[in-house]
């Protein structure tokens, strides 16, 4: 199944002329006892139009995001370097590029590349030279979003009707589907465990899902989220964003809780947030 870019992107069809205007974020942060401290806010994109997908890389020094930098009617992944504050394009192609994440090697990282028959597959490109090395899986199609589960297996958005998360082996290419109408958000919670998102018609609802026995357990709701964006912390746990603000869900008083509010910085609608490994940084997108 072939579909394009921005009908990922934007659902609604429109064209990439029209990807939403979304500015990139940087905060120095610290966190201790279940609480964010924020010490400073920087913007760090430069460029006017799509900055989004912020990925952390191992070593914290840089992040990865998806760009429209060349404003050519593609997007590519660039690099920032939070010592130098310097940014970079890595994807040096004809074709467009988004959802990055490193490799379980932390050496190379990978991205979902809209090749010229529009087919959406995932891509691994050198971190240091940015040339596209292989095709993960040739017989995997229609990805929209995924992480890593380890170095053998990712799972993944596939664009169908209904759209549908999977669990691919890539040794084996075995595909195992999970659930119908999830949302864009599933992280890995531990070794064992990950978590998916369902949208339902009134809530969206977030599961638990156990590797060692194939179980998904319910695990907390949320009726009020427009976002739909979701992470999962080692110390915090859920966390969601919401206009300028980040929610920790409790498992013991099953409440969303304001985490820390980004308005006195300028931003208005958090749309995706990452946290780095270190507990030092939170990249931010917000939208225009």
């Not at 970079?88 to 994440?101: F, P, V």
Request: charged share 20%; glycine share 4%.
């Amino acid at each position: 199944m072939k579909i394009l870019l921005f009908t990922l992107l934007l659902v609604c069809g429109k064209a990439f002329s029209q990807l939403p205007e979304t500015e990139l974020f940087l905060a120095n942060v610290e966190i201790k006892s279940n609480l964010i401290k924020i010490k400073g806010v920087e913007k760090i994109s430069s460029h006017k139009g799509y900055n989004n997908q912020p990925c952390f890389i191992a070593n914290d020094d840089k992040i990865l995001f998806t760009s429209d930098i060349e404003s050519n009617s593609k997007t590519h992944i660039c690099s920032y370097n939070i010592k130098t504050k310097k940014t970079d394009r890595l994807s040096i192609t004809n074709t467009s590029e988004y959802s990055a994440s490193m490799l379980p090697n932390q050496k190379d990282f990978s991205a979902v590349m809209v090749e010229e028959d529009s087919t959406q597959r995932i891509w691994v490109f050198d971190l240091l030279k940015g040339g596209n090395k292989s095709c993960l899986s040739q017989q995997t199609d229609s990805v929209g979003y995924y992480i890593w589960l380890s170095k053998d297996s990712i799972l993944y958005y596939k664009l169908t009707t209904p759209h549908s998360l999977h669990a691919l082996n890539i040794k084996t290419n075995q595909d195992i589907w999970l659930c119908n109408n999830p949302t864009r958000s599933f992280k890995k919670v531990s070794s064992t465990t990950f978590f998916y998102v369902i949208h339902e018609e009134t809530q969206n609802t977030i599961y638990l899902f156990d590797l060692r026995t194939k179980k998904a357990t319910p695990f907390a709701t949320d009726n009020v989220s427009a976002n739909q964006d979701y992470i999962w912390h080692p110390i915090l746990g859920l966390l969601k964003s919401e206009t300028s603000k980040i929610y920790r869900y409790s498992a013991d008083t099953k409440v969303w809780a304001e985490l820390v509010d980004f308005s006195s910085f300028g931003l208005k609608k958090i749309s995706r947030f990452s946290i780095s490994a270190n507990g030092k940084y939170i990249a931010l997108v917000s939208n225009l």
